[in-house]
C-alpha cells in the first residue's frame, strides 16, 4: 500500500514537473476534436448525429497516445527492474502506475468532456450520459491499456503497436459506451448499461494488473 | 541605426528608458478604454437589425484585430532573436505568447457571445472563425512548448522557430479555410464585407482599437520588465534599483 | 560450517549461440567479496542478472539464503532523471520497504560529494554524478548482499577510494558483496575471483 | 546526396530489421478505421458522407503516431549530434530523415487507401480522388510534422506536444484536400485543388527542411 | 611557429548557476594531447562539448584551424542499436564523407577485438563491445583531430592498451588529441594536462 501512494506521488510529481504535461492531453484532445469539422465538413446538423462517435474516438486517441509512455521510461532507466527485484508485489506497482495513468490523462478528459460536448452542438442529456459514460469507460481504458504497455516495453517503437494490440480489447467498452449515450439521446433507460460498464471495470481491476505485471516481468528479463 | 538597435536590446537600457513610458502608456490606455467603453454603450444608438447586441462590436472587433498582429509582432520578435541573439527579443517573445493567446480567447468568446443572439448559434464551422481558432492553436502551441521546455537552454530559440513557421502558414490557412468556406456555406452571414456603418458607430470603435493596441503594448511591457528583473535579479544594477525603493 | 548467502552450482549460459560460461560453480559466504573478472562480452553482466532472476535463460543451480533481496546497481542506473537527488534515494527506500531517515539521507548525500545537488534534477547532473546518486542505495539501506556491476566507471579518483572504503566497512559488518569490475580493487580483505572466458 | 542516400538506407533497414514496424500503420490505420463505424452506428449512407473526413482524420493520426520517433532514437543514441559535428549539410539529412519518414508511413497508407475507401462505402469517383489527395498530402505531412518533432526531441514525452505543435500546420492542407474530395464527388473540377496542393508541398519541400534543421541544432545543443 | 590546430581564449562556462570554469585558455598544437582533468561534475564533458559548437551556452573565443572536422566521442555513443556492427562503422565514414574500404573495416573490427560480432546488431553487445564499435569511429578515419570523452570507461585491461597504442599512433603522424578520463593515461609522449576545478 506504501508503495502504491508512493508510486503515485512519484509519478505525479514527474509530471507536475512539466506543469504543461498535465494540459497536454486536453489540448491535444480539443484539438482532434476540432479537426472534425474540418475533415468532415462543417453542417451543424450532421455534426451533431456523430459528435457522440467523434469525442470517443477523441478521448480514446488521447489514451492511446499516452499509453506508450506508462513503462516506457521506466523500463529505459532501469527502474522497472528495480522494482522486479525488490520482492514488492508487482501487481500493486502496476495498479499504481495505470492509477496514475488514469489521473493524469482520463480523469482530465473526463472533466473537459462537457465542453468538448458543447463544440460538436450536442444537447444536455447526450452531454451527461457521454460524461458518465466516459467516467466509467476511462480507468478500463487505462487498465488495459496498462497491458499493451508493459507487452511492448522493450521494442524500440511501441506507439502504433500498443494500439493494435488493444483496440481489440476496447471494442466491447466502446460498444457499450455509445449505445448508453444513444439510449440517453433517445430518452431510454440507461441503467443497464451502467451495470455492465461497471462490471467490466471490476472484472478489468482484477484480472489486466495480473496480466501487465506478468508482462513487466518478462520485459525485464533480458 | 543598428547600434541603437543593440542598445536597446541590453536589459538595462530598455528597463530605463520603458520604465518613463509604461505609467503614462498604461494611464493612457486605461482613460481610452474607459471613455470608448462608455462612448459605445452609452452613446451609441442600437443597429436597426441587431438591437443592443451590436455594442459587442466595440469589445470583439479590436480584440480580433489585436489577436492578428499580435502573433506578427511575437515572430517579429522570434526573428530578432534568431537573427541577432538578442536576449530581450526573447523575453519579448515569452511575454506576448499568453496575451496573445487571452486576446484571441476574448475575439473568440466574445464572436460566440454575439454569435448567438444574431446566427442562433455559439459556433459555426465558418471560414473566419475557424481560422481565428487555429490561431489560437498556433499561439497554444508556442505556450507549451515554452512550458515543456521549461529547464532547457534552447527554449528560447526553439520557441523562436514555432513562431516564425506559423506566422508562414497564418495567411495560407486564413486562404485555403476561405475557400473552403466558400464552397459549403451559404454566405448569408459573410463577415468579409465591410459593413457600411455610420461615422457615430465608426468613431468609437476606432478609438477602442487604439486603446487596445495601448493596453497590449503596457501590459506587454510590464511583462517584458518583470521578466528582466526575475532573470537580472543577480546583477548591480537590478540590486541598486531595488534599493531606491 | 558458515551459511551461505548463495550457491551457485553447474551455472551455464548460452547467448546468440555463443557459450559464455560453463560448469560455473561457487558460493558467497557472510563477509566475502566475490569479483567477477573477464574482458568485454565475456558474460559478467549476464552472470549477475542471472543470480538475480533478472536474467532467466540460463540453466544451473542458484539458491539464496537471504531475509532480504540484494541490492543491485545495473549498466542501467535505475534512477529517474526528472527526479531530484533526494527523490531519487527515498524513492529506492519505498522500493526495498526500507525506513530511510531524512538524516540518513544527508549523510549519504555529503559521502557522494553532492552537497549542493540534494535538489538538483538528475537530468542536469553529470555523468559521473548520476552514477553516484545510483551507487547512494547502498548507503542508506542496511541489505546484506551488495550485487553490482561496474560500480566504478564513471567515478573520479576520490570517489574511487570512498567506495573501496564502503566496500570495505560492508565486509567488516558481515556483508556479502559480488562485484564485476575492470578495475582493480584495493582493499584490506581477501578477494576471491571468479575468472570468465 | 550521398548522405541522403545513405541516411534513407539506413532507416529502412532499422525498420526493417523488424518487419512488423512495416505493417503497423496500416494496422493501425486499418483499426481506426473500423472502430469508427462502431463508435458512430453503422448505416451506411450516413457513413458514405463522412467517410472522406474519416479516413483523412485516420490517416493524420496513423502519421502523427509514428512522427514522434522520427528524430528520437537518433537523439537518444547520440547519432543526431554525430550529424550536427559532421559538418554535412543538416537540411539533407533532415530532407532524408523525412523521405524516409514518408516511405514508411505515408506511402503505404496511400496504397491501401482504396481499400479503406471500399470498407466505408466510397464510390469510385471519390476514391481516386482521395487516393491522389493523399498522395499529394501525405509527404507536405512529413515534411511539416518533422518540424514538431526535431523541437520536442529533447523532451521526456513528445507524443501529444507533437499533435499540438503540428496540427495547426496540417489545417490547411486538410481543408484543401477534403474540399478536393468533395469536388470529385460532386463531379466538379479538381485541377485547382491539385496545384494549389502541389505549390503547398513544394513550399514545405524548400522552407519546412530548414526549421526542422535549425530545430535539430537546438535539441543537440546540451 | 607551429599552427595551433585549437586555440582557446577566456573560456568561462556556468551551469544552473555554478561557474565551471573561468579564464580558460589553451591550445592543441599537432602532435599533442591534451588531458582535462577534474572531479566528477567539475565540467570537463561540458568544455569538450563547448569545443565542439555542441554546447553554446559558453563565453570566449574558440577558434579551430582544421580542414575536417574533428571526431567526437562522447557520452552518448552514436551507434544505433538496431544496426550491426559494420553498418555502424560504415555510417561514421558516410557521416565525415569519408571513402571507407571494407578491408579498412575488417582490420578496424579485428583490432576491436569484435571478430565474429561483425554482423551482430549493437543491440546484442555487451557495454564494453558496444564503447568498441563507437571507438572504431577513430581506426576507419584520418582526421587529424580527436575529441574523446572517457573512452576508457567500460573497457577491459587489453583493450586500455590497445587504445594508448592507438593514441600513440595518432600522435606520431601529428594529430592532435584532446581526452577527460579519470584514468591514467600511460604513452611514451609528454602529455598537458588541464584540470578543472
Ligand atoms: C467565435 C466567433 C467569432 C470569431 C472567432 C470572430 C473573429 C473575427 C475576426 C478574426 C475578425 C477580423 C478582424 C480583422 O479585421 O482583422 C472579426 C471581425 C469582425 N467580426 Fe467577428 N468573429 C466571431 C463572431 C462574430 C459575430 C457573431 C459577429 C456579428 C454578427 C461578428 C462581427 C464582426 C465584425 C462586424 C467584424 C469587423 C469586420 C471588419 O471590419 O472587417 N463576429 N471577427
Ligand atoms: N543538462 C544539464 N543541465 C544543467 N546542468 C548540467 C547539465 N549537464 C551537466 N550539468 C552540470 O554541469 C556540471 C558539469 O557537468 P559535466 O557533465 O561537464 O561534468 P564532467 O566533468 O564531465 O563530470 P563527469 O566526470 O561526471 O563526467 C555538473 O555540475 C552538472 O550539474
Ligand atoms: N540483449 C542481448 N541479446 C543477445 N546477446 C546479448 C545481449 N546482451 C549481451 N549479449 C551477449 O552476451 C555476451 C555477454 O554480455 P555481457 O553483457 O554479459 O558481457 P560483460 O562481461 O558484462 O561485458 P562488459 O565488460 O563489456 O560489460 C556478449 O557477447 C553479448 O554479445
Ligand atoms: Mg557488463
Ligand atoms: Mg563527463
Known sequence: MNLFIASVQRDLLVHFRHPSEVLNPLIFFVVVISLFPLGIGPEPGQLKEIAPGIVWVAALLATLMSMDSMFRSDFEDGSLEQVVLSEQSTFIFVLAKVASHWLLSGLPLVLLMPLAA???????????????????????????????????????????????????????????????????????????YIYWLLAILFGAVCLAPIATAAAVNVATDQ | MFKWFHRLGSPKIFFEMSGRWQVPLLWLSVVMLTGGAAWALLFVPPDYQQGNSVRIMYIHVPAAILAQSGYVMMSGAAAVFLIWRIKLADVAVKCIAPLGASITFIALLTGAIWGKPTWGTWWVWDARLTSTLVLFFLYIGVIALRSAMERHAGAGRACAILALVGVVNLPVIKFSVEWWYTLHQPASFSLTEKPTMPVEMWLPLLVMVVAYYLFFFAIWIMRIRNEILLTEKNTDWVKQWLATR | MVIQMLQVRNARCERDGRQLFEDLSFSLAPGELLQVVGGNGSGKSTLLRALLGLYTDCQGDINWSLDEAPLYLGHRLGIKQSLTVIENLRWFGVLREAPVSQDRIDEAVYKLGLTGFEDSLCAHLSEGQRKRVALGQFLIMDNPCWVMDEPFSAIDADGLSFLMAILQEHLDVNGGIVISTHQPITIDRPINTLALQ
Open chain 1, 118 to 192: 458543447l463544440l460538436l452542438f450536442l444537447d444536455e442529456a447526450g452531454i451527461w450520459a457521454l460524461t458518465l459514460s466516459l467516467l466509467l469507460v476511462s480507468p478500463t481504458l487505462s487498465l488495459l491499456g496498462g497491458i499493451g504497455a508493459a507487452l511492448t516495453v522493450g521494442l524500440p517503437r511501441g506507439g502504433l503497436l500498443v494500439t493494435i494490440l488493444v483496440m481489440p480489447l476496447y471494442v466491447p467498452v466502446l460498444v457499450l459506451a455509445t449505445a448508453m449515450v444513444q439510449a440517453a439521446e433517445a430518452g431510454s433507460e440507461t441503467i443497464g
